[in-house]
């Protein structure tokens, strides 16, 4: 089957850190470029940050540059967001995905909440 | 805010044509390609439309997508009630140098 989960999420205070993780199974992972796309309770779907397939390029969010890093481990299957910093407005339901391609597939989200 | 604008809402009754357009510029609609997502209640996003109009397999051919300039548009017909949801334009943004999700629209089935 193919699918993508997430974890990694919780309640964090602002300022700190967390990093999420999404497992890759049933397909090529290195073979894709990969997204994480975040949505804060009751609001639209915003793109977070993607790499592509060896891991070589990144690109982010103004909302998120330098404060969020992308990465992935083509051996273990696994694409990981490295979040520091973190803020209130950071609150959301990230997902990890494949955006802009034929190939869909998302995960089921992992919940972030900034808050003290 | 988005620089993708969508209606906020749509809404049609049962077997009724829907459209949704997705407005954008230069930098994205205008010089790349449009996907289209519909995501249901408490699920994750599906995607309906790539590259502007080609669709994905087991996507019914009731679902369209189309693109003139800097604006693009998705229309279901033959609306159903499993169409109720919502849905979101997205395009790659060269000056942004990142991805844009259109700021969604909720369509209603009356």
């Known amino acids: 089957e193919v699918q993508l989960v997430e974890s990694g999420g919780g309640l964090v205070q602002p300022g700190g850190s967390l990093r999420l993780s999404c497992a890759a199974s049933?397909?090529?992972?290195?073979?894709?470029?990969m997204h994480w796309v975040r949505q804060a309770p009751g609001q639209g779907l915003v793109w977070v940050s993607r790499?592509?397939?060896?891991?070589?390029?990144?690109n982010y969010a103004d909302s998120v540059k330098g404060r969020f890093t992308i990465s992935r481990d083509n051996a273990k299957n696994t694409l990981y967001l490295q979040m520091n910093s973190l803020r209130a407005e950071d609150t959301a339901v990230y997902y990890c995905?494949?955006?802009?391609?034929?190939?869909?597939?998302w995960g089921q989200g992992t919940m972030v909440t900034v808050s003290s | 805010q988005s620089v993708l604008t969508q209606p906020p809402s749509a809404s049609g009754t049962p077997g009724q044509r829907v459209t949704i357009s997705c407005s954008g510029s230069?930098?994205?609609?205008?010089?790349?390609?449009v996907y289209w997502y519909q995501q249901l209640p408490g699920t994750a996003p599906k995607l309906l439309i790539y590259?502007?109009?080609q669709r994905p397999s087991g996507v019914p051919d009731r679902f369209s997508g189309s693109k003139s300039g800097t604006s693009a548009s998705l229309a279901i017909s033959g609306l159903r009630s499993e169409d109720e949801a919502d849905y979101y334009c997205?395009?790659?943004?060269?000056?942004?140098?990142?991805?844009?999700f259109g700021t969604g629209t909720k369509v209603t089935v009356l």
């Open positions: 997205v395009v790659w943004d060269g000056s942004l140098s990142g991805y844009v």
């Open positions: 230069n930098s994205n609609i205008g010089s790349d390609y």
């Open positions: 790499i592509n397939s060896d891991g070589s390029g990144t």
């Open positions: 995905a494949s955006v802009g391609s034929a190939f869909d597939i």
């Open positions: 049933g397909f090529t992972f290195s073979s894709y470029w």
């Open positions: 590259r502007n109009n």
